[in-house]
């Protein structure tokens, strides 16, 4: 009986001191199981439960995960997969090629050498200026933006989580570590007789045909005497992705002094960018709109340009060029769309260093072939 006795009172003993392991670290509540019931955040190795003496990182969606059993990725995950959580700080340490707080966006690589910026993917665009959109199916294609052409990604998951670096001009690469070579026509490479429309003939000399943009503006009102008086500016991109803008143009009713007026501008670009063009307007052809031709007939823009952008916004006060603004001009019309579009396909093509030598992407200086020289190897010292 004694013995019955001494038994029964060390369980007692011993059930009185049964608890939930490590008092559940103080982070959490004690249940009558003796089971945690932790707080927000807490846990152990990253499981519910336990000691409650670990914490969790932040939860983002999974850069890459199983499936679940109806086929569904891309759940929530902890360091979004792509890093290892340091349980004592709750910060996750994220793989290289990924930053924040939970590894949930991509970072760029070498921060894009100091030549670039880091943009997400919803904020990536298409060509390089806005108008390489049209592609001659229909005007609604088109237009007068300038800058490259967005779209919406409402539905890509990563959109504003995969980032990619955008170069600053003259430079070039995954990372913007390479400088880019001057661009210029290959010198062996005319084709004579030739025909916009075919581009038949063979490699030789004679018959060229410049690139010829065609700038189609109309009024909102389908009277382009409103423009009398109004001021504009012409942007340009080279094929180094450098911006040009030129001064403003004040906007003539009288075609010959318009047209003077654009050539001039676009003459007095900085650096020669424009070395040599011609400019015809037209107001006759359609008394709703006024058309302008402008040809590159300069060395320097021999071969495919970027297209003109016409900077039609009032840029006023504190705002460079100042111009009034072409206020009423039509944009979003499938019929009367002002436009800008190559309407004559030039005979000269445009290659990094003339296709007639290799480019130093360190130095950005083109390394000519035997035989050619020149900045972009487009002079013909002799035949080899």
Known sequence: MRN?????????????????????SGHGTCGVDEVCTCYPGWGTNGNAGGDCSDRFCP??????D???????????????NKGICDRETAECDC????????????????????????????????????????????NALSGLGAGGKTFDHEYFWDRDRARACICDAGWQGLSCNMRMCPYGNDVMDVIPGFDENSLL????????????????????????????????????TSKLNETYVTQPISWDTTDSVLDGYIETALKKLPNKVIDDVDVSVDSSVNANGVVIDVTFTGAAVQGKQH?????????????????????????????????????????HN?????????????SGLCKCFSGFTGDTCSILTALV
């Open 4 to 24: 019955f006795a001494a038994i029964s009172l060390t369980l007692l003993v011993g059930y009185s001191k049964a608890a939930c392991p490590n008092s559940c």
């Open 95 to 138: 793989f290289p090629g990924y930053e924040g707080k939970s590894c949930g966006r991509q970072s760029c690589p070498n921060d894009c050498s100091g030549h670039g910026t880091c943009e997400y993917m919803k904020d990536l665009e298409f060509g390089i200026v806005y108008n390489e959109y049209y592609d001659g199916s229909t």
């Open 350 to 362: 445009s290659f990094e260093c003339g296709r007639r030598g290799k480019c130093d992407y360190d």
């Open 307 to 347: 297209k003109l952008e016409i900077l039609q916004d009032a840029c006023e006060e504190g705002c460079t060029p100042r111009i009034t603004g072409l206020t009423n001009i039509r944009t979003f019309s499938d019929t009367t769309l002002s436009t800008v579009e190559i309407s004559t396909i030039g005979s």
């Open 66 to 80: 199983n499936p679940n059993r109806d086929g569904g990725v891309h759940r929530y995950a902890e360091c979004a």
């Open 59 to 64: 939860f983002e969606l999974a850069w890459v």
């Open 201 to 236: 003939g063979m490699p030789g000399y004679g018959n060229e045909v410049a690139q010829v943009q065609t700038v189609t503006l109309y009024d909102a009102e389908l009277d382009n005497l409103n423009f009398n008086s109004k001021s504009f500016a012409i942007q340009f």
